[in-house]
């Protein structure tokens, strides 16, 4: 077993600066040249490990060989289970983390809790009766009038666990952090680095994240209710509304997974995730796509070594690769989570309907509400180019159920990338409708989905339309702005995909590019003669994932072909990612930024 090193004391060369584009980061102080061990974080402030990995994953220096049991088990927390990879993790965690017994109690509590819970009813978002994905309307006040309630509401008796699933992980991570408080509170001067102010003092996330995914914060509020009711009374004093809310509003984006190493290796052997934890002094590394810092995590210590040589105030940068796929991972999860194990089962029913409908290729003509059509305000997210003097623009529509919000992260991410800086982002929000095969439940959508028959004429082809006008007015409104039409970009993911598409092919002026991520082509033999010659020889992006459960590849693909065959566009880019579902990976991400590049260049 390789046992829990003390990690090297890092060379003294760096330093926390504001950064140029916004928040801060490390910056070299002299030159430092390649793998130079630059940053030890020791000991994140909170983690959690996940349930899955518990007897696999040592609890102290997060050794874990997955598929093999460990040996040696805590005393305490019993229900809980805390596993070691050895004597000497046992003993320092009992000594060091478990000092006075209460997180071992604390995480006992939660374990006998989960087991008590009962399903409930689905969640609802706070702004409206329908559990949509994504909540265009959330704003600060609604988020504090939410919490306000919840701080009101008396607090529940011991034990009486209120009904519907919490997210264990989640319910862990804030409870670690809560006794970490509580034990520090209780003996001053006794509180080990990192501490509760150097936490406060990351980036809290909130509003974006519960934006982006609403469902989250019926779970939260949920989480705090059941901590409340389950948590030893000794943690009364700290579990406050207050502190539950910095704590999870610090969890999105400032965590890291813990990735499974191959034994000998450092970082690259990473496979699979084993839990997150949150590091402080490491989160301020920001993210860049040609990283000159790489992070190595030692047992429990997160460390970072310079990857090639750096110069005197170079900014030191991780890859984004690990971050965000630690964040898009957790993301996962939690929405498997929420649709399907949170959900009741004619839900989860309907859902898979969805699904099945959509993989079928089949849309229909049902529901025309003339409020929805395009026009007067188009409701998006713009986002300025980077470099603050646009000369091209990409207008990304979502998929069913999402909103801008949900696909505004690609923005951000290719902020660092020099080439996509002249960029300006615009991130359309589809209008609530309700859709039929969901029971006529409202949720954004850009088209009605309402039978499995896989005939065209079952497609909403008046709503797609519709949406193509909003789509065509924000083209238009963008070249208002001073973008020539062959400098804009549409594109879009799922159901966003296909009406770039649509939207691109039967546009008036020539486009710079049309951009289809995991979606298809809709209207298909309509297009024949509705396409504009205009477009004929514009280039298309299409990518999709091979194991897409949603839209299944062989429609994306399909339709890749029909475009070329039928329709005669040959500048199309296709690519596929073997494994991927139904989502965008970085991989896409990057060759999604490598076209860019090639249709909207930089001007100068
Ligand atoms: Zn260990």
């Given at each position: 077993m390789p046992s829990p090193e003390t990690p090297p004391t890092p060379s003294n060369s760096i330093e926390i600066r504001p950064t140029t584009y916004g928040g801060r980061g490390y910056f070299a102080l002299s030159p430092i040249p390649a793998n130079t061990l630059i940053h030890v974080s020791p000991s994140p402030y909170t983690l959690s490990i996940i349930r899955d990995f518990k007897k696999e994953c040592c609890a102290r220096c997060f050794h874990c060989v997955v598929g093999r049991n460990l040996k040696w088990r805590a005393e305490r927390g019993n229900v809980a289970g805390f596993w070691f990879c050895g004597e000497r993790c046992k003993r320092e965690w009992e000594g060091e983390e478990d000092v006075a017994g209460l997180l071992g109690e604390a995480m006992e509590c939660l374990e006998r809790g989960f087991k008590r819970q009962k399903r409930a009813e689905p969640p609802r978002t706070p702004d409206g009766k329908e559990v949509g994905r994504a909540s265009t309307t959330m704003d600060e006040e609604m988020l504090e009038r939410v919490w306000k309630d919840a701080a009101d509401a008396p607090w529940p008796k011991h034990g009486q666990i209120p009904d519907g699933e919490v997210d264990q992980e989640e319910a862990r991570l804030i409870t670690y952090a809560l006794v970490r408080l509580h034990n520090f509170l209780s003996s001053p001067g006794s509180e080990s680095s990192p501490t509760w102010s150097d936490f406060l003092a990351l980036q809290p996330n909130a509003l974006s994240h519960f934006r982006s995914q609403p469902y989250l914060l019926p779970s939260h509020l949920h989480t705090f209710h059941f901590l409340r009711s389950v948590l030893p009374k000794s943690l009364r004093g700290v579990l406050t509304l207050e502190n539950f809310r910095a704590t999870t509003a610090r969890d999105p984006g400032n965590s890291f997974g813990i990735w499974e190493q191959a034994e000998g290796e450092e970082g690259d052997g990473e496979s699979e995730m084993l839990g997150w934890a949150m590091y402080p002094s490491a989160s301020y590394f920001n993210h860049d796509c040609d990283p000159n810092t790489k992070k190595v995590r030692r047992g429990r210590a997160m460390t970072m070594v310079t990857a090639r040589d750096v110069a005197e105030g170079e900014e030191l940068c991780i890859s984004y690769g690990h971050l965000e796929e630690d964040v898009l991972e957790r993301r996962r999860r939690l929405e498997d989570k929420f649709f399907f194990s949170q959900l009741d089962k004619t839900y989860r029913l309907l859902l898979y309907l969805i699904v099945l409908v959509v993989s079928l290729y089949s849309v229909y003509i049902y529901h025309f509400n003339p409020k929805m059509s395009a026009a007067s305000s188009i409701s998006a997210i713009r986002i300025p180019a980077t470099n603050g003097a646009a000369t091209a623009a990409v207008i990304f529509a979502h998929g069913l159920g999402d909103s801008g919000a949900g696909w505004s992260f690609i923005a951000d991410h290719y902020k660092r990338e020099k080439s996509l800086q002249h960029i300006k982002w615009i991130f359309p929000n589809a209008p609530l409708r309700p859709i039929t095969l969901n029971g006529g439940m409202r949720m954004p959508a850009w088209y009605d989905l309402t039978s499995l028959e896989r005939v065209e004429e079952a497609e909403d082809s008046v709503g797609m339309l519709q949406s193509a006008e909003t789509i065509h007015a924000l083209v238009k409104e963008t070249i208002e702005s001073g973008i020539p039409a062959d400098r804009i970009v549409i594109g879009g993911f799922s159901q966003g995909s296909a009406m770039a598409l649509l939207s691109g092919m039967i546009h008036k002026e020539k486009l710079a590019g049309i951009a289809g991520m995991s979606g298809y082509l809709p209207m298909a033999s309509k297009l024949v003669d509705m396409r504009h010659p205009h477009n004929q020889e514009t280039p298309i992006f299409m990518a999709h994932g091979t194991a897409d459960p949603v839209v299944k590849f062989q429609f994306g693909k399909m339709s890749m072909e029909y475009l070329k065959?039928?329709?005669?566009?040959?500048k199309i880019e296709w690519r596929e990612y073997p494994g991927m579902g139904h989502t965008a990976d970085l991989k896409e991400l990057a060759d999604f930024a490598r076209w860019l590049e090639k249709v909207v260049p930089p001007k100068n």
């Open positions: 065959e039928k329709l005669g566009m040959e």
